[in-house]
């Protein structure tokens, strides 16, 4: 067990949240195509109170802090609250678009000492980027943000969301992020909208395109293991949690609503109506998260991917039951292992595996 | 013997878990976790209390230990994280102007 997993395990042990995504507000000045939020201002939380409630959060243990948005440096106060998460001595980690950071920006947050700063970065073609984030001239400011971030060495990760627009350029943005100092990391999740509308996911990649990309050693490392059927599920796997959300982590929009997780908008409490040590303990819908195994999962708990599968439970919950399956984790164990999954048998639903092959009629290896 | 003077860096991440420190270096993000003794030292070094004086009237005063060996240990400690650079050492109290000039990044 890695120090890492032994600290997680020591917090889980102790109902510690070790780690806290805070999104200081929703606002943006890009418009991506893909997002979830609803980017007006619905009644942010004030300067005095975020202070607060990060206060509270550090005497809750909360260790690791990432601060989010929208984007955050629609806030003109953004520094000032990494400086005062600083001064209680969070891991601060920073995602933004970096269109506003400048040399002071990026000199303060080297002050700061934050751990590192997330750029989403679509594609290194211009007109693939801003196509995305609907904001002419955002990938070369991004970048400009970026290399100011490197020039004061501060860590930079460029995450690459991979969609089917930008399916063909993760290796452009690779090789851009070597070229800048900046470590890579790409990720084919869709996320439906807070609201529950997933007309989004269609901009997602399909089972195809996941199929393909799974067998990039470039980005998956070792294909043959990656793509591995699963192992039996045993009683160890059916006793174990989905994930961590609101166990060790929880989510804080910017208007004090607690969620289990950013991916997970089932509502849990308010830091302006409760404190959040409470709101952690004995929120009912925090303690159902938490009573949740594997075993208990309807469909899941009879799946043969059942213990390698990236289930999310906020996406379950997002279709309709945190206790059920998620049919894009489903699809992409399918894509994968070239395996359905129970929700799949259930539903009678097998998509193909490959473009060239009419929709239905994948021979199926079960 | 010169005092020695131990500040925290800071440049680094910290908080208490089960009343043990995790500290994660911002430098290269290497995580460290402190044993309880270890976890007192780190809680002391205010920059102002020499290190002698911590080790006599924190470690000794909590835990059983010789107060040689302690001194000791607590040397290599302080200069073990220091080398890992979370620590300030000095043979003058450290205050926190000095720290954000001069703290190990």
């Known amino acids: ?366 | 013997m010169n005092p020695v003077y131990i500040a925290r860096s800071t440049a680094v991440a910290a908080r208490s878990l089960d009343g043990e420190m995790m500290i994660m270096s911002a430098k290269d993000s290497t995580l460290f976790t402190l044993n309880p003794v270890g976890t007192v030292i780190w809680q002391s070094a205010d920059g102002q209390t020499p290190l002698a004086e911590i080790v006599e009237q924190k470690i000794c005063a909590q835990f059983e230990v010789d107060p040689a060996d302690a001194a000791r240990d607590a040397e290599s400690f302080v200069s073990d994280l220091a080398g890992h650079g979370i620590l300030l050492i000095s043979g003058e109290p450290i205050t926190p102007a000095k720290l954000l000039n001069g703290g190990p990044r």
């Open chain 1, 1 to 366: 067990m890695s120090l890492m997993e032994e600290i997680g395990q020591r917090a889980l042990n102790r109902d510690v949240p070790l780690s806290v995504h805070l999104d200081v507000t929703y606002r943006c000045n890009e418009r991506c195509v893909h997002c979830y939020l609803d980017h007006n201002d619905h009644g942010e939380m004030t300067t005095q109170e975020i202070c607060g409630v990060l206060d509270q959060l550090a005497d809750a243990g909360v260790f690791f802090l990432t601060f989010s948005g929208g984007e955050v440096f629609m806030r003109r106060d953004f520094l000032d609250l990494v400086e005062y998460a600083r001064s209680l001595m969070f891991s601060v980690k920073v995602k933004t678009n970096a269109f506003m950071i400048k040399e002071k920006e990026a000199q303060r947050l080297d002050d700061l000492a934050v751990q590192d700063v997330q750029v989403s970065i679509y594609s290194h073609r211009p007109e693939v980027h801003d196509a995305i984030t609907l904001l002419p001239g955002s990938l070369k400011r991004s970048l400009a943000g970026i290399r100011l971030l490197r020039s004061h060495g501060v860590k930079v990760i460029i995450a690459n969301v991979l969609m089917m627009r930008n399916l063909n350029d993760y290796a452009g943005v690779k090789n851009l992020a070597n070229e800048l100092g900046a470590e890579f990391t790409n990720d084919p999740t869709i996320t439906p909208m807070m609201d529950g509308n997933r007309s989004v996911l269609q901009l997602g990649l399909g089972v195809p395109q996941l199929h393909d990309t799974f067998r990039k050693s470039d980005l998956v490392g070792d294909v043959d293991e990656f793509c591995a059927p699963p192992p039996p599920v045993n009683d160890g796997a059916l006793e174990s949690y989905p994930c961590s959300a609101g166990h060790t982590l929880c989510y804080i929009s910017p208007y004090g609503d607690v969620f289990p997780c950013v991916q997970f908008p089932l509502p849990s409490g308010n830091v302006r109506q409760q404190k959040f040590i409470d709101i952690w303990r004995y929120s009912d819908q925090l303690n159902e998260v938490r009573s949740i195994t594997l075993r208990d999962l309807s469909v899941c708990s009879g799946c043969g991917h059942a213990g390698t599968c990236t289930r999310c439970p906020g996406l379950a919950y997002l279709e309709g039951n945190m206790r059920g399956p998620s049919t894009q984790d489903c699809e992409k164990s399918f894509a994968r292992t070239g395996i359905p999954s129970a929700n799949m048998h259930t539903k009678m639903y097998y998509p193909a595996l490959h473009s060239s092959t009419p929709h239905g009629l994948v021979q199926i290896a079960v």
